[in-house]
């Protein structure tokens, strides 16, 4: 039988989730209940757009394949590891077509089935949100614990990873936090870079639809110089950040 995908959307030529332009898939499904999450509307299951076996999505990556030879396919969400069996045979039929692969996770499931996704997919984007684990939970609502074991395992089996972290005044901005967070992922030597992602005011109208409390209305977006101090302290644990 085959395995259905509960998919919120997708975007066929993304630049910004991974090397390259990509397909870029959101599933449906998180977790997580990040305060400043831009997609509240990937939170419940039952609230897919679309179902789509794997080879229906296929069907349409097939069609830009032209265009994402140069990069490949992300699936983001949501949390895709929350629909691990649908992610295996995505990727098996990638790699048969030898399109380049890309897991976009906040790393919170760990488990067996988790880590035969791994096997399968060529890099991972990997949101660790905080380093402190009170300030964790308080953005995301879940415990830290299993992100950080996730990121070590990615370092075992030697993983491509390109690191997210979310810059939110008030939040994530305070200089001890940013020299642990920077020191935690000095350690992970197979991180390729790492990308500071300002907190902006773009998902609120999707929390007002959802009818839902949006707690950072009143949260400013970060300064440039917020955003420099973060990528200074960042570049001196020798971290390689986006050049601008």
């Known amino acids: 039988m085959e395995v259905k995908g ?3 959307s997708f975007e ?3 630049t910004k989730d991974g090397p390259g332009i990509r397909f ?7 977790p997580l209940r990040c305060l400043y999450c831009h997609n509240v509307d990937t939170w419940e299951i039952k609230d897919k757009k679309m179902v789509m076996t794997a080879q229906e999505v296929m069907k349409e990556i097939l069609k830009v394949k032209g265009f994402i030879k140069t990069g490949g396919v992300t699936v983001s969400g949501g949390e895709p590891l929350m629909q691990p069996e649908f992610l295996m045979e995505l990727f098996k039929l990638c790699r048969e077509n030898k399109i380049h692969t890309a897991l976009d996770t906040s790393g919170y499931i760990f488990n067996e089935k988790a880590k035969k996704v791994l096997e399968l997919v060529d890099m991972v984007l990997l949101d660790i949100k905080h380093i402190n684990p009170e300030k964790y939970k308080i ?3 879940v415990d830290l614990e299993n992100t950080l074991k996730f990121a070590k395992y990615l370092k075992e089996i030697n993983k491509p990873v390109w690191l997210r972290y979310v810059l939110v005044p008030g939040y994530s901005d305070d200089e001890k936090d940013l020299h642990d967070w920077a020191k935690f992922a000095s350690q992970l030597t197979n991180v390729e870079r790492v990308d500071i992602l300002p907190f ?3 998902g609120k109208s999707k929390w007002e639809k959802m009818k839902k409390v949006y707690k950072l209305q009143d949260t400013p977006t970060p300064t440039k ?7 200074d302290i960042f570049r001196s644990y020798g971290l390689k950040m986006l050049e601008k």
Do not use: N, P, R
């Open 12 to 14: 066929s030529f993304g």
């Open 200 to 202: 902006h005011q773009m």
């Open 24 to 30: 870029v898939l959101f599933l449906q499904g998180c």
């Open 139 to 141: 953005l995301t609502s």
């Open 6 to 8: 509960y998919i919120h």
């Open 225 to 231: 110089e917020l955003i420099d101090k973060a990528e």
